[in-house]
T-cell receptor
Framework: QQQVKQSPQSLIVQKGGISIINCAYE??????FPWYQQFPGKGPALLIA?????SEKKEGRFTISFNKSAKQFSLHIMDSQPGDSATYFC?????????????FGQGTILTVHP | NAGVTQTPKFRVLKTGQSMTLLCAQD?????MYWYRQDPGMGLRLIHY???????AKGEVPDGYNVSRLKKQNFLLGLESAAPSQTSVYFC???????????FGSGTRLTVV
């Protein structure tokens, strides 16, 4: 049972372009939506996160857009750089007694060509 | 400031063998988690712990056991390894005040 669906599986972008990765969720109790970045041979690292009370959050070149009614959220990477080439995971969790257990999407392999 | 340390980094097991993966964190975090990562499936939660002496099942617990005898350590055991357990295993920890995880660098396990 995949509660968070992520697309596309892979994405190729030219340097300077915009990378967009989308996620959709089913459980309306989710109240925390992070994105993780993973380089080969490393563990995932928190990139940016949003809560459902805002529709957008921006940190540098990375922006999360959140659509609560559609139960969708997306990651936008502006001015994509070769150093952004990595696997990206969206995730979701419920606060309170769920102990912060994260449910992850399937991952997107991003390749940025120079 | 090591964060989350996983040992070993690589291991090859024969079917039916047992092993223990060790996760150690030095951030005094209450919560610890074991995930497995498989291509096209993201990370799936195996077991987790909300404090010393506690453990609970996650999404895919079958074939695994865990223990958290000390707050800083979370052990994942495979009693009788199967090829389906070939995966990359990640440990993560989280403090009580913030939702962000700190992940280890992973253990790549191959069961032949």
């Amino acid at each position: 049972q995949q509660q968070v669906k992520q697309s596309p599986q892979s994405l190729i972008v030219q340097k300077g372009g915009i990378s967009i990765i989308n996620c959709a969720y089913e459980n309306t109790a989710f109240d925390y939506f992070p994105w993780y970045q993973q380089f080969p041979g490393k563990g995932p690292a928190l990139l940016i996160a949003i809560r459902p009370d805002v529709s957008e959050k921006k940190e540098g070149r990375f922006t999360i857009s959140f659509n609560k009614s559609a139960k969708q959220f997306s990651l936008h990477i502006m001015d994509s750089q070769p150093g952004d080439s990595a696997t990206y995971f969206c995730a979701a969790s419920i606060g309170g007694t769920s102990y912060g257990k994260l449910t992850f999407g399937q991952g997107t392999i991003l390749t940025v060509h120079p | 400031n090591a964060g989350v340390t996983q040992t070993p980094k690589f291991r090859v097991l024969k079917t039916g063998q047992s092993m223990t993966l060790l996760c150690a964190q030095d951030m005094n975090h209450e919560y610890m988690y074991w995930y497995r990562q498989d291509p096209g499936m993201g990370l799936r939660l195996i077991h987790y712990s909300v404090g010393e002496g506690t453990t609970a099942k996650g999404e895919v617990p079958d074939g695994y056991n865990v223990s958290r005898l000390k707050k800083q350590n979370f052990l994942l055991g495979l009693e009788s390894a199967a090829p389906s357990q070939t995966s990359v295993y990640f440990c993560a920890s989280r403090g009580g005040t913030g939702p962000g995880y700190t992940f280890g660098s992973g253990t790549r396990l191959t069961v032949v």
